[in-house]
């Protein structure tokens, strides 16, 4: 283990404390957001065009006649569409902008003759010149499957806003059309022909006009997303995790999530000296770091440095999940981010286990039962397994996930019987009494990673349903009974979340606050696994280490936590495509195999 890490004050070097909101991407944003609101509200309705806000609605391009106001009602989409990524400073975002303001104020001039409205118009065209610094932001990570919701998603929002353009001229529609006839009518519409729809004077050019102008506007974004340049999700590259492996081997006894840094879908940046790294994937524009820097602890400070650069950057925004409470005051000292508790590892001390004694009796009753039913376990190394196995291994893993979506981030590996991961811990059952199923006589599946020379941390827990219950308690009390023949001294289980106010809660002389925050999460625990991971882990006598989550500010916590949930698998706002269409995490390499999951791994 190196020393401590050293303080600011001791050493000469420039530290990022992250990208904070910038006050003029801000502004900009949200003018940008209310300009597009005010556009297309002057472009489809007439009233709001000749009412008292007709004032506002000169900035908008062209409020009057079927051309001006499908103009107006284009402009406004777009300016909606860029709105998100001017607040986070993105060049591109602000390239199009700055195209697109003066040319609604041409529009304003020419064909509305409308002088005030040009320079209202250009009012948000001026300090996006002047502040252009300010944008700098690269690319998020995107594929071409970005395309294809932006399709579903603006299709979606273009029938939605085209209903109301056809229903929004109700004293100049001619009879009563009924909702099928408004429907079919801007489908045609999108596609620029006339519908069943009718109405007086040039109400049907304006309705006409403006239908067209959304259909195009989502055709013509398809097209740029499709055929953009990408910008994949990075990954490591056999040098990055040939580098982090060194580090491992010098310094991964120190952080039980270590090898986890391992999975192929993360990024790394080193520090300037090589000696530490962070892992880290972006999601839903959060750049999620999980765990301790990997390597020594003294160059911990310039691997968070280049991460927080690359933050910045990106204008991403920086978050940890799952660190140490080492690792919370060094990301807290060098970055002037927060830390907050999130829950707790529970690590058993292979020395001071047993099954001996009361606290251990439902345990040890437990297991007594299953191995009179007939099980029986077996604890070796993977590369100690063949190949044979190991694919039945894999296979049985994959079926026995019980979800369509792969679970786990922070704690997963992503991986089985990869031949770089030798030393990764298998622990299985087997029933050998009775007729061989699908994968043999195999039952139930723990496998674990390295935690240094001496320790070992749970990955992910696999079962056949028609298995007896209990297998879970089954192999990890085989695994622990094992782990002096491994050399193995201390065994990381599952992670608690808010198992500090879940076990406070429950004591006599809880306060009414610590008792409906309990309350609140047995409630969640039915989606979540809060409370069964907690009393789970609990059966086993462990230690509990607290983990924490780092963040830039406490309005970032609901982004941060919706972000871990997708990184988790636990939520996804991608489309659903059939299984077999899905992306692998590790498909890039020929070893990988991507089996992971993480139901009861992390809530």
């Known amino acids: 283990m190196s020393g401590e890490v050293p303080s600011r004050s001791s050493r000469a070097r420039r530290i990022v404390r992250g990208p904070r909101p910038a006050a003029v991407p801000a502004l900009v944003g949200r003018a940008c957001a209310v300009v597009g609101v005010l556009d297309i509200a002057a472009g489809v309705f007439p ?50 902008a700055v195209a697109l303001l003066p040319a609604g104020a041409i529009s304003q ?17 001026v300090p996006l010149v002047i502040h252009r610094d300010e944008f700098k932001a690269l690319p998020d990570p995107r594929s071409r499957w970005r395309a294809l919701t932006n399709f579903v998603l603006m299709s979606a929002g273009s029938l939605a806003l085209g209903l109301v353009i056809v229903s929004a001229h109700p004293k100049r529609t001619i009879g009563d059309p009924s909702l099928a006839d408004r429907i079919t009518h801007v489908l045609y519409g999108l596609f620029g022909f006339e519908g069943p729809v009718d109405y007086e004077g040039s109400t049907s050019w304006t309705v006409a006009f403006s239908l067209g102008a959304l259909g195009l506007i989502t055709a013509v974004t398809t097209i740029y997303l499709a055929f953009r340049p990408e910008h994949p999700a990075a990954h490591l590259t056999e040098e990055d995790e040939a580098q982090l492996r ?18 192929r879908d993360k990024a790394v940046v080193f520090s300037p000296s090589g000696k530490a790294a962070v892992t880290y994937r972006v999601v839903s524009g959060v750049m999620l770091a999980s765990g301790d820097p990997i390597g020594d602890v003294e160059a911990w400070p310039g691997a968070i440095e280049r991460f927080m ?34 829950g707790d590892e529970a690590v058993v001390d292979v020395a001071d286990f047993s099954l001996a004694g009361r606290a251990m009796r439902n345990v040890r009753q437990m297991v007594k039962r299953i191995e ?26 994959e079926d026995w996930r019980g979800t369509d979506t792969e679970r786990g981030f922070s704690m997963a590996l992503g991986r089985i019987g990869d031949p770089a991961d030798g030393d990764c811990l298998i622990a299985t059952a087997h029933k050998t009494d009775e007729q061989p199923g699908q994968y043999g006589d195999l039952k139930a599946i723990l496998h674990f990673v390295p935690w240094g020379t001496d320790g070992v941390s749970l990955d992910l827990m696999r079962r056949d349903r028609s298995a007896d219950p209990g297998m879970n308690e089954l192999l990890i009390v085989a695994a622990l009974q ?55 882990n609990a059966k086993f006598q462990p230690r509990w280490e607290p983990r924490f989550v780092v963040y830039r500010a406490s309005g970032d916590l609901p982004r941060i936590g919706l972000a ?26 020929p070893c990988a195999h991507s089996v992971a999951e993480q139901g009861v791994r992390a809530a």
């Open 309 to 342: 650069d690359e933050a910045k950057a990106h204008s991403w925004t920086p978050a940890v999940m799952g660190c140490s409470e080492t690792g919370g005051e060094v990301w807290t000292r060098e970055t002037g981010l927060d830390a907050l508790e999130l």
């Open 246 to 263: 060194a580090l491992l081997e010098k310094h991964g006894a120190r952080d039980s999530l270590g090898h986890f840094a391992l999975r």
């Open 47 to 96: 009233r709001f065009r000749h009412s008292r806000m007709h004032a506002m609605a000169e900035v908008l391009p062209g409020s009057l006649g079927p051309f001006a106001a499908a103009l107006s009602l284009s402009v406004g989409v777009l300016l909606l569409l860029l709105a998100h990524g001017l607040k986070r400073r993105k060049r591109r975002a602000w390239r199009a």
């Open 482 to 536: 094992a782990a002096p023949k491994l050399g193995i001294t201390r065994i990381s289980l599952n992670f608690a979340m808010f198992r500090s106010a879940l076990a406070r809660g429950e004591k006599i002389g809880a306060g009414p606050v610590l008792r409906a925050w309990r309350g609140l999460l047995v409630f969640l625990s039915r989606w979540f696994q809060i409370e069964s991971l907690y009393k789970f």
């Open 564 to 589: 871990a949930m997708q990184a988790e698998g636990f939520v996804s706002l991608a489309l659903p495509l059939p299984r077999f269409l899905r992306r692998r995490p590790a498909a890039a390499r």
């Open 372 to 397: 009179r039913a007939g099980y029986e376990t077996r604890v070796r190394r993977i590369r100690d397994l063949g190949e044979a196995e190991l694919d039945r291994i894999r296979r049985a893993a």
């Open 109 to 125: 001039f020419v064909y509305r003759h409308s002088v005030i409205g040009a320079l209202i118009s250009l009012a948000l065209f």
